[in-house]
């Protein structure tokens, strides 16, 4: 998957903010725990999280947000320049730290899916996961025939 460019900054809104606020954008909508394994997977609910590309793109707003400060204020001082720096770089670890508990969330339960819908084992999925060449829907076929042919 290449890079995505950073969209444009939307407008914080405050009261869906309180508890995350170091999160800019909506998530997305995991279908409910009882339907199929293959709905979900193309639904969407086992991709990457969206927050490694958020914590990425906080680099270009802080650039953006500094550039229109030095516009407004051409004296700024120094340390309030590193302010601004010091609280974007406060989301982004914020946005990789929830990136990689998503991710984490992700993978188990796409392991638990697997095992739960389709049989098996988990140390079977391992083995098609590390042969498998495609995406999830991929290995979805590829899981459900090892585990016909046992």
Known sequence: MGLKKAPKKPKPKRSAMRFYW?????THKNLPQKTPLLDKIRNGDFLSS???DQARWEETYSSQHIKEIKKERPLISQEEILDIERTYIKRKNRLLEDAF???TRRLKHLEECFVKELGGSKKLLYKCIENCEGDEEVLYHEYREQVKSL
């Open 101 to 103: 508990n998503d991710d």
């Open 22 to 26: 170091w999160r800019r954008f909506g």
């Open 50 to 52: 969206p927050y490694w």
